[in-house]
């Protein structure tokens, strides 16, 4: 069965920074997208960033020069490096794997979240 699970969040002063990391776990072939969204109450989700399996990035508007996507193929890991941080950034961040594929087949995955606040 696969499972992702985030870890990284916590509570930060604006301006500074965090790193979240999500692992992806189970009898994973290989995965095409993956990335991270985030969400506050009373709005959608929105995508922060996503990195394919070759390295190509794409951001969301408003963290674009703040944050960097990154992963590695062979542990099926995908990390933001989050830095100059406000507190627009607040949310509950979701890592994502998009075309996972198993033995099982294809499918879209999500973590459980992980909040992460910042403080004015």
């Known amino acids: 069965q696969v499972q992702l699970v985030e870890s990284g969040g916590g509570l930060v002063q604006a301006g500074g920074s965090l790193r979240l990391s999500c692992a992806a776990s189970g009898s994973i072939f290989s995965i095409s997208h993956m990335g991270w969204y985030r969400q506050v109450p009373g709005k959608e989700r929105e995508l922060v960033a996503d990195i394919d399996k070759r390295g190509r990035t794409e951001y969301g508007d408003s963290v674009k020069g703040r944050f960097t996507v990154s992963r590695d193929n062979a542990k099926n890991t995908v990390d933001l490096q989050m830095n100059s941080l406000n507190v627009e950034d607040t949310a509950v961040y979701y890592c994502?794997?998009?075309?996972?594929?198993?033995?099982?087949?294809?499918?879209?995955?999500w973590g459980k979240g992980t909040l992460v606040t910042v403080s004015s």
């Open positions: 994502n794997a998009v075309r996972l594929a198993t033995p099982d087949g294809l499918g879209d995955y």
